[in-house]
């Protein structure tokens, strides 16, 4: 359908550098409209460099050189976070009104309020934003994710670019947003504005692009179709890149032998390490759960759902951190005192969180190690030096060796620190651990190492009961048991076998379902 | 010489140059003041004193080496005070959770603020007479209230992240996780907010001697000097230029110095925007993925260089902290 027509985007040897250093080293690719092209790699491989020098945005103080064509001039963009490139201080209309009256300067001045207004919804629809016209006059602060990014997409839509530059649009997302956010890319596709799709999170790539090239280091090393690719990867690069992206490792599959045992004792009541009963929690007035029975069995548990659906604010109730709720949790038996600082020692260490931001959760002034081994010194009343010894080893099971721990957290990476972060729950030797999405927002390697880490600690320790908050599959079935939230309810749970195989609630089926499937819609592009 | 744009310690060359003199003065000025001579006649010129004589007719060197310390030593002893009260409240303020109590340490604050400080200090002097020790006390309670404020502010955005949390997880004690994390989190804004106070507090302390609180109306002071020696100033201005210089050079010189403290050093060569080093090794051992830096330091203090260490083979490249870095298009 579009063959023959010009390409909406051509990139010759581009090369960006900073200081010495290629950010970008001698990238050429081209951008065929009406289709998506995909740049997949590690983080920091040159990817988001790439897009933005499309749009002649390099890093302050980089030489930049290379033949960038854009005929049409114009390129849309659309951040991973898309509510920071919205002013929070004016109504979405006003946002794209401003686009569209630089438009319609050439008509006469009765004709521009509807010409303004056919163009807004034109742009709306275009981005498949439901009920556009009653969102104009909303704020951004008032819209759920979805939508902002769908009112981000619809700005740089409105500008007429025929190239678009998606970032990392689905990296965080649960396995229904992803679906959302790729029948988006693919419609605005079929319009016929080209796609440039910058992502790490393969299955979407694999689904939704047209052509894929490979970064590494500033370099493409390969490039092809999606089925060229995952079939027959030339590049030893691409093998390891593409196969750390298969689903669940079959060597560290989920510990099917603890998931028989437990479900065979029936109610399980006497093994459970932690119950909750008659939960409702709130955030000020509102009520945002309600959860009349919950059970935890010892092993590895999962609580799945979509975002806002309440598993974080169940998971801060079960570690103290969130302290108003009425009902009760019971640690075997005992209920455990709503909040922190009411809670013994002992309490404490047997009930430990690991944050989803590891970086925020460190303190960035002192050295990793003595953070870890702080768990132990506060409370087990550990000697220090006992204490130190400890967390060194704890960190090196984990993969940290001894000279990165004692640096500072600014000087390890995010995966790393969720790492330490793991460590230092482990370290108080909890009954429970709770994990808050730790591998959201990770890259495809770093997800698959952490998910190899939980899977190897259940078994290491077979008398911790670890929970998984998580909108994500593959960590989901990491898990014996499951539990489905949605909207503050718990609206499944049960041995995760059971649920992944024959789920009864479409939520459930819609996150566990293996990979966004825009099938359907590649077959209908020309 | 603009301290911003000059690079390494020279930045601090200007306000020690002008800090230097007056300190020094004050500090080691009594050691050697020696005896005092005979009074001379008010207001004089040479005969001895190279400075001249000041308005009951004592050498006005000697006032001036005298004189500096009682200023200084207020000073700091007000500033040190105000802080001492100020930062536990704030950070009480700051990190609890309930809001009644926030309430309960600021609303009282506020009010206070909405008095003078001069109005303040002259009534209280007017009743109770104080004496430096006095002084000092008035001047840290007409600071606190700003300095509670100024800190509570300085550390909420701290005090909110989940680090605290996870102290408080770990079981760590309040004042460790309130000193040493959040305010160590908020140093250099409370430093920089240090630097202000103690211009402002010298000001208060030298304007309360002007109008004979807390200190003798002969006293050997800077401050009292330039007042008291207004009269003569035509006749011989040495005795109001010479402490008024001193006290100017040292406010100027306080300011300085914390500005140049708190600005931070220029970058090096081969650092990008965020301060990042080359990756000492590519990354090409087989399928282990670049070892790339660690994402922007808070700071942005230059990292030093590091040893190629053997990058763990399920190590993933670094997440940015917080808001991804990504979410900045001029990056």
Redesign the interface.
Known sequence: MHLNEPDAAEVQDLRVEIDGRALVDGVSLRVPPGRITALIGASGSGKTTTGLALLHEHPPGARVTGEIRVPDGLVGYVPQHPATVLNPARPVAALLQDIARTQIRHLPRRDRRTAIRQRILRALGQARLQDGETLLNRYPHQLSGGQQQRVVLAQALLTGAGILVADEPTTGQDAVTKQQIADQLAAVAREGIAVLLLSHDLEVVRALADHVHVLRAGRIVESGTPEQLWSRPQHSWTRALLTSAAATEPSEGPPVQNGTDETASGPAAATTVLRVRSLIARHGKSTVLRTPELLLPPGCSAIMGRSGSGKTTLARCLAGLHRSYDGEILLDGVALPRSLRDRTREQLAAVQYVFQDARAAFDEHRPVLDQVARSAIRLRAAPRTEALAEAERTLSTLGLPGDLVRRRPTELSGGELQRAALARALLARPRVLICDEITSGQDAVTRRSLRTLLAGLVRTHPELSLVLITHDRDTATLATRIAVLDDGHVVEQGPADELVTAPQHPLTAALLQPAPDVGVMSGMRG | MNPRTVPGPRRFTLALLILTVPLLLALLGPLFAGEPGPRAASFTLGGGHWAGTDFVGRDVWRQVLLGGRPVVLTALAATALAYAVALPLGLIAALTHRRWLEELVMRPFDVLLAVPSLLFLLLVAAVLTPDAGGLALLVALVNIPDAVRAVRAATAEAAA???V????????TWWRTAI??VG??ALRTLAADAGVRLAGVLYLVATAAFLGIGAEPDAADWAVMVDRNRTGMFLQPWAVVLPAVLIMALTMGTNLLFDAALTRPDRG?????RGRR?AAD??DQ??A????D??P??DRVP?PG?TP?PP?P??????????????????
């Open positions: 992240r989940p680090a949390e996870a102290l408080r997880m770990q079981g760590e040493g994390y160590r989190s060569p081969g650092q990008d925007r080359p590519r990354g087989g399928t993925p670049d070892r790339r660690r994402g330091a808070p990292q590091r260490a763990s399920t190590d993933g490249p670094p997440r940015a902290p917080g808001r991804d870095e990504k979410s900045n298009p001029c990056i």
